[in-house]
Nanobody, 125 residues
């Protein structure tokens, strides 16, 4: 019923930029907050950035000043602009939606969290 699909990953040289997108599909009524996470095996998945429905943002210290999260509520899409990329930013990037309200079959439903499938970002030295 609700899916998140990331795009925009790829290979970039250190110092370069990428813009990730995460589009939510389905009969979505609202999404409270949207986040970006990343995971570089064998490390655990780490939180990168958050944006709430009113536009408030938070960032992990490791990306503050380099990454910018934004959202288009009308399109249920969140973006992550990544500048000054470093090799240590290499990871699979996942988006998630927290507090998702959607409609289906005449009913209304709530999901605590929905995850996307991830997109690979590789930064070469």
């Amino acid at each position: 019923q609700v899916q998140l699909v990331e795009s925009g990953g790829g290979l970039v040289q250190a110092g370069g930029s990428l813009r990730l997108s995460c589009a939510a599909s389905g009969s979505i009524l609202s999404i409270n907050e949207m986040n970006w996470y990343r995971q570089a095996p064998p490390k655990q998945r780490e939180w990168v950035a958050r944006i709430t429905s009113d536009g408030s943002t938070n960032y992990a210290d490791s990306v503050k000043g380099r990454f910018t999260i934004s959202r288009d509520n009308a399109k249920n899409t969140v973006y992550l602009q990544m500048n000054s990329l470093k090799p240590e930013d290499t990871a699979v990037y996942y988006c998630n939606g927290g507090g998702v309200r959607y409609s289906s079959g005449g009913g209304r439903y709530y999901l605590n969290v929905v995850w996307g499938q991830g997109t690979q970002v590789t930064v070469s030295a």
